[in-house]
Protein backbone atom coordinates (compact mmCIF):
# COMPACT_ATOMS: atom_id res chain seq x y z
CA UNK A 1 0.00 0.00 0.00
CA UNK A 2 1.37 3.59 -1.01
CA UNK A 3 0.13 5.94 1.62
CA UNK A 4 -0.01 10.19 0.70
CA UNK A 5 -0.09 11.68 3.82
CA UNK A 6 -1.52 14.87 4.33
CA UNK A 7 -2.48 17.09 6.68
CA UNK A 8 -4.27 21.02 6.98
CA UNK A 9 -2.97 23.46 4.29
CA UNK A 10 -1.19 20.66 1.74
CA UNK A 11 -0.94 21.39 -1.71
CA UNK A 12 -3.66 19.25 -3.70
CA UNK A 13 -1.09 18.49 -6.42
CA UNK A 14 1.65 17.34 -4.17
CA UNK A 15 -0.96 14.36 -3.40
CA UNK A 16 -3.24 14.34 -6.46
CA UNK A 17 -0.07 14.10 -8.71
CA UNK A 18 1.46 10.57 -7.45
CA UNK A 19 -1.70 9.33 -6.90
CA UNK A 20 -2.46 9.52 -10.58
CA UNK A 21 0.77 8.45 -11.63
CA UNK A 22 0.10 5.31 -9.55
CA UNK A 23 -3.21 4.78 -10.41
CA UNK A 24 -2.47 4.68 -14.28
CA UNK A 25 0.42 2.48 -13.67
CA UNK A 26 -1.59 0.23 -11.83
CA UNK A 27 -3.50 -0.30 -14.60
CA UNK A 28 -1.35 -0.67 -16.85
CA UNK A 29 0.52 -3.69 -14.79
CA UNK A 30 -2.55 -5.02 -14.07
CA UNK A 31 -3.09 -5.08 -11.52
CA UNK A 32 -5.12 -2.45 -8.80
CA UNK A 33 -2.98 0.31 -7.05
CA UNK A 34 -3.71 0.60 -3.40
CA UNK A 35 -2.96 4.30 -2.50
CA UNK A 36 -4.40 5.99 0.33
CA UNK A 37 -4.74 9.12 1.61
CA UNK A 38 -3.37 9.33 5.26
CA UNK A 39 -4.05 12.19 7.99
CA UNK A 40 -3.64 12.48 12.26
CA UNK A 41 -7.01 12.09 12.34
CA UNK A 42 -9.46 10.30 10.43
CA UNK A 43 -12.01 11.98 7.42
CA UNK A 44 -11.66 15.22 5.29
CA UNK A 45 -9.27 17.12 4.97
CA UNK A 46 -8.59 20.69 3.86
CA UNK A 47 -6.03 21.51 1.05
CA UNK A 48 -4.31 25.25 0.48
CA UNK A 49 -6.77 25.64 -2.54
CA UNK A 50 -9.38 24.60 0.21
CA UNK A 51 -10.48 21.37 -1.72
CA UNK A 52 -10.86 18.49 0.20
CA UNK A 53 -9.17 14.90 0.00
CA UNK A 54 -10.71 12.43 2.85
CA UNK A 55 -7.90 10.53 4.23
CA UNK A 56 -7.81 7.43 6.84
CA UNK A 57 -6.58 7.83 10.45
CA UNK A 58 -2.83 6.58 11.20
CA UNK A 59 -3.93 4.41 14.14
CA UNK A 60 -4.11 0.75 13.26
CA UNK A 61 -2.82 0.96 10.23
CA UNK A 62 -0.76 -1.84 8.42
CA UNK A 63 0.41 -3.24 5.12
CA UNK A 64 2.36 0.46 4.15
CA UNK A 65 5.16 -0.04 1.62
CA UNK A 66 5.77 2.84 0.59
CA UNK A 67 4.76 6.70 2.87
CA UNK A 68 4.96 9.76 0.69
CA UNK A 69 4.66 13.06 2.33
CA UNK A 70 3.11 16.20 0.87
CA UNK A 71 4.27 19.47 0.95
CA UNK A 72 2.38 22.91 1.20
CA UNK A 73 2.02 26.06 2.96
CA UNK A 74 0.63 23.57 5.84
CA UNK A 75 3.73 22.14 6.39
CA UNK A 76 4.84 25.74 8.55
CA UNK A 77 2.47 23.66 11.13
CA UNK A 78 2.80 19.84 10.22
CA UNK A 79 6.58 20.07 11.62
CA UNK A 80 5.49 21.42 14.69
CA UNK A 81 2.85 18.26 15.04
CA UNK A 82 4.75 15.69 17.47
CA UNK A 83 2.65 13.08 16.37
CA UNK A 84 2.91 13.53 12.89
CA UNK A 85 6.52 14.28 13.06
CA UNK A 86 6.67 10.71 15.34
CA UNK A 87 4.95 8.73 12.71
CA UNK A 88 6.93 9.38 10.07
CA UNK A 89 9.97 8.87 12.00
CA UNK A 90 8.44 5.43 13.22
CA UNK A 91 7.09 4.47 9.63
CA UNK A 92 10.69 4.79 8.04
CA UNK A 93 11.94 1.53 10.03
CA UNK A 94 9.04 -0.44 9.30
CA UNK A 95 8.08 0.68 5.22
CA UNK A 96 10.27 0.27 2.31
CA UNK A 97 10.89 3.75 1.38
CA UNK A 98 9.81 7.15 2.49
CA UNK A 99 9.10 9.97 0.29
CA UNK A 100 8.70 13.97 0.34
CA UNK A 101 7.11 16.01 -2.54
CA UNK A 102 8.24 19.66 -2.25
CA UNK A 103 8.01 21.10 1.21
CA UNK A 104 7.15 17.89 2.71
CA UNK A 105 11.22 17.85 2.70
CA UNK A 106 10.65 19.49 5.61
CA UNK A 107 9.04 16.98 7.87
CA UNK A 108 11.42 14.22 6.90
CA UNK A 109 14.13 16.71 8.20
CA UNK A 110 12.54 17.03 11.22
CA UNK A 111 11.68 13.61 12.03
CA UNK A 112 15.91 13.26 11.45
CA UNK A 113 15.46 11.15 8.38
CA UNK A 114 17.79 13.39 6.22
CA UNK A 115 20.68 14.14 8.79
CA UNK A 116 23.73 13.24 6.41
CA UNK A 117 21.44 12.27 3.54
CA UNK A 118 21.17 14.46 -0.10
CA UNK A 119 18.14 15.86 -0.10
CA UNK A 120 15.88 18.47 -2.45
CA UNK A 121 13.01 20.75 -2.03
CA UNK A 122 11.14 23.47 -3.65
CA UNK A 123 13.87 26.21 -5.05
CA UNK A 124 12.10 29.11 -2.90
CA UNK A 125 12.53 27.46 0.24
CA UNK A 126 16.56 26.45 -0.50
CA UNK A 127 17.95 29.49 2.37
CA UNK A 128 15.90 28.74 5.16
CA UNK A 129 15.68 24.88 4.99
CA UNK A 130 19.61 25.47 4.32
CA UNK A 131 19.53 27.22 7.97
CA UNK A 132 16.93 24.86 9.96
CA UNK A 133 18.53 21.52 8.58
CA UNK A 134 22.44 22.34 8.49
CA UNK A 135 22.94 18.29 8.71
CA UNK A 136 21.14 17.52 5.35
CA UNK A 137 23.02 17.80 2.16
CA UNK A 138 20.65 19.87 0.46
CA UNK A 139 20.92 19.34 -3.46
CA UNK A 140 19.01 22.40 -4.42
CA UNK A 141 18.81 22.54 -8.08
CA UNK A 142 17.49 18.64 -8.41
CA UNK A 143 14.08 17.62 -9.52
CA UNK A 144 14.33 14.75 -7.20
CA UNK A 145 16.61 12.84 -5.21
CA UNK A 146 17.07 8.81 -3.98
CA UNK A 147 19.55 8.69 -1.10
CA UNK A 148 18.77 4.78 -0.15
CA UNK A 149 15.00 4.09 0.79
CA UNK A 150 14.48 8.18 1.12
CA UNK A 151 13.68 10.23 -1.78
CA UNK A 152 12.52 13.96 -1.87
CA UNK A 153 11.32 15.93 -4.43
CA UNK A 154 11.52 19.54 -5.59
CA UNK A 155 8.22 22.07 -6.24
CA UNK A 156 5.21 20.26 -6.54
CA UNK A 157 4.68 19.08 -10.18
CA UNK A 158 7.67 17.14 -9.59
CA UNK A 159 6.35 14.80 -7.03
CA UNK A 160 5.08 13.30 -10.39
CA UNK A 161 8.92 13.02 -11.47
CA UNK A 162 9.52 11.37 -8.42
CA UNK A 163 6.38 8.83 -8.77
CA UNK A 164 7.45 8.02 -12.09
CA UNK A 165 10.83 6.67 -11.08
CA UNK A 166 9.56 4.98 -8.65
CA UNK A 167 7.04 2.80 -11.10
CA UNK A 168 10.23 2.48 -13.10
CA UNK A 169 11.88 0.87 -10.30
CA UNK A 170 9.21 -1.28 -9.01
CA UNK A 171 7.15 -1.99 -12.48
CA UNK A 172 9.78 -1.14 -14.94
CA UNK A 173 10.46 1.62 -17.54
CA UNK A 174 8.08 0.29 -19.74
CA UNK A 175 4.80 0.83 -17.61
CA UNK A 176 6.76 4.44 -16.11
CA UNK A 177 6.90 5.59 -20.15
CA UNK A 178 3.36 4.33 -20.91
CA UNK A 179 2.09 6.06 -17.73
CA UNK A 180 3.61 9.17 -18.35
CA UNK A 181 2.08 9.16 -22.08
CA UNK A 182 -1.46 8.25 -20.64
CA UNK A 183 -0.49 11.73 -18.09
CA UNK A 184 1.20 13.43 -21.17
CA UNK A 185 4.20 14.47 -19.41
CA UNK A 186 7.52 14.40 -20.50
CA UNK A 187 8.68 10.75 -19.61
CA UNK A 188 10.59 10.61 -16.51
CA UNK A 189 12.52 14.58 -16.05
CA UNK A 190 16.22 12.92 -14.83
CA UNK A 191 16.59 13.65 -11.33
CA UNK A 192 19.50 15.50 -12.11
CA UNK A 193 17.65 17.75 -14.65
CA UNK A 194 17.22 21.39 -13.00
CA UNK A 195 14.74 23.29 -11.33
CA UNK A 196 13.50 25.75 -14.44
CA UNK A 197 12.52 28.53 -11.72
CA UNK A 198 16.21 28.60 -10.47
CA UNK A 199 17.79 29.55 -14.42
CA UNK A 200 15.06 32.29 -14.14
CA UNK A 201 16.36 33.73 -10.59
CA UNK A 202 19.41 34.40 -12.39
CA UNK A 203 18.26 36.11 -15.09
CA UNK A 204 17.32 38.94 -12.49
CA UNK A 205 19.50 38.22 -9.73
CA UNK A 206 19.09 39.99 -6.61
CA UNK A 207 21.07 40.51 -3.18
CA UNK A 208 25.21 41.16 -2.74
CA UNK A 209 25.83 38.83 -5.53
CA UNK A 210 24.19 40.52 -8.20
CA UNK A 211 27.12 42.90 -9.37
CA UNK A 212 29.12 39.61 -9.26
CA UNK A 213 26.19 37.84 -11.46
CA UNK A 214 26.68 40.68 -13.86
CA UNK A 215 29.95 40.33 -14.44
CA UNK A 216 30.07 36.86 -14.81
CA UNK A 217 27.60 37.16 -17.76
CA UNK A 218 29.89 39.31 -19.24
CA UNK A 219 32.61 37.06 -19.35
CA UNK A 220 31.22 33.24 -20.10
CA UNK A 221 33.96 32.85 -22.21
CA UNK A 222 36.51 32.98 -19.71
CA UNK A 223 37.40 30.71 -16.83
CA UNK A 224 34.78 31.46 -14.14
CA UNK A 225 36.50 29.38 -11.25
CA UNK A 226 35.75 29.47 -7.91
CA UNK A 227 38.89 31.10 -6.35
CA UNK A 228 38.09 33.57 -9.69
CA UNK A 229 34.58 34.52 -8.80
CA UNK A 230 35.71 34.91 -5.07
CA UNK A 231 38.44 36.95 -5.87
CA UNK A 232 35.81 39.73 -7.81
CA UNK A 233 33.87 39.43 -4.79
CA UNK A 234 36.61 40.33 -2.38
CA UNK A 235 36.30 37.20 -0.25
CA UNK A 236 38.40 34.16 0.56
CA UNK A 237 37.18 31.26 -1.53
CA UNK A 238 35.88 29.38 1.47
CA UNK A 239 33.86 32.19 3.19
CA UNK A 240 32.58 32.82 -0.81
CA UNK A 241 31.21 29.09 -1.45
CA UNK A 242 29.57 29.07 1.54
CA UNK A 243 27.55 32.56 1.76
CA UNK A 244 27.05 32.39 -2.04
CA UNK A 245 24.83 28.51 -1.30
CA UNK A 246 23.27 30.44 1.26
CA UNK A 247 21.83 33.56 -0.70
CA UNK A 248 21.18 31.96 -4.31
CA UNK A 249 20.64 28.11 -3.38
CA UNK A 250 22.93 26.60 -5.79
CA UNK A 251 26.74 26.36 -5.88
CA UNK A 252 29.29 29.10 -7.72
CA UNK A 253 29.96 26.62 -10.73
CA UNK A 254 26.15 25.49 -10.63
CA UNK A 255 25.45 28.90 -11.17
CA UNK A 256 28.20 29.59 -13.81
CA UNK A 257 26.73 26.54 -15.81
CA UNK A 258 23.25 28.06 -15.46
CA UNK A 259 24.69 31.02 -16.95
CA UNK A 260 26.24 29.70 -19.69
CA UNK A 261 23.28 27.35 -20.80
CA UNK A 262 20.60 30.55 -20.69
CA UNK A 263 23.46 32.46 -23.25
CA UNK A 264 23.79 29.32 -25.22
CA UNK A 265 20.03 28.52 -25.46
CA UNK A 266 19.55 32.22 -26.96
CA UNK A 267 21.96 31.68 -29.52
CA UNK A 268 21.17 28.39 -30.10
CA UNK A 269 17.22 29.37 -30.94
CA UNK A 270 17.75 32.99 -32.44
CA UNK A 271 20.29 31.91 -34.88
CA UNK A 272 21.86 29.81 -37.48
CA UNK A 273 25.63 29.98 -35.67
CA UNK A 274 27.24 26.54 -35.82
CA UNK A 275 27.02 24.57 -32.50
CA UNK A 276 30.57 24.24 -31.96
CA UNK A 277 30.68 28.07 -32.27
CA UNK A 278 27.86 28.74 -29.46
CA UNK A 279 30.15 26.59 -27.30
CA UNK A 280 33.45 28.46 -27.33
CA UNK A 281 31.69 32.15 -27.13
CA UNK A 282 29.63 30.80 -24.17
CA UNK A 283 32.67 29.31 -22.14
CA UNK A 284 31.46 25.60 -22.39
CA UNK A 285 34.59 24.78 -24.86
CA UNK A 286 33.50 22.44 -26.90
CA UNK A 287 29.70 21.00 -27.84
CA UNK A 288 29.55 17.65 -25.98
CA UNK A 289 30.22 19.20 -22.82
CA UNK A 290 27.29 21.74 -24.09
CA UNK A 291 25.19 19.21 -24.71
CA UNK A 292 25.61 17.43 -21.28
CA UNK A 293 24.68 20.98 -19.77
CA UNK A 294 21.27 21.26 -22.00
CA UNK A 295 20.49 17.62 -21.07
CA UNK A 296 20.90 18.47 -17.17
CA UNK A 297 18.71 21.96 -17.79
CA UNK A 298 16.27 20.74 -20.42
CA UNK A 299 15.90 17.34 -20.99
CA UNK A 300 17.17 17.99 -24.57
CA UNK A 301 20.24 18.40 -26.63
CA UNK A 302 20.76 22.10 -28.54
CA UNK A 303 20.00 20.32 -32.12
CA UNK A 304 16.48 19.38 -30.51
CA UNK A 305 15.65 22.89 -29.10
CA UNK A 306 17.16 24.38 -32.43
CA UNK A 307 14.84 22.22 -34.19
CA UNK A 308 11.91 23.15 -32.13
CA UNK A 309 12.61 27.20 -32.65
CA UNK A 310 12.51 26.70 -35.80
CA UNK A 311 9.83 24.61 -36.06
CA UNK A 312 7.25 27.69 -33.78
CA UNK A 313 8.87 30.37 -36.12
CA UNK A 314 8.17 28.37 -39.54
CA UNK A 315 4.22 27.97 -37.63
CA UNK A 316 3.97 31.89 -36.95
Not at 47 to 65: F, N, P, T, Y
Not at 69 to 95: D, N, P
Not at 275 to 285: D, K, N, P, S, Y
Amino acid sequence: MIGLLIFPGFQLLDAAGPIAVFEIAGRLAGRTAAITPLSIAAGPVRSSAGVEMVARGLKGLRGLDTLIVAGGEGTREAVRCAELVSFVAHAARRVRRVASVCSGAYVLAEAGLLDGRRATTHWGRTSHFLATYPKVRLEPDRIFVKDGPIWTSAGISAGIDLALAMVAEDDGDAVARDTARQLVVYHRRAGGQSQFSRLLELKEPAGRFRPLLSWARENLDQPLTVERMAEQAAMSARHFTRAFVAETGMTPSKAVERLRVEAAKARVEGAAEPIEAVALATGFGDPERMRRAFMRAFGQPPQALRRAARTAAAAS
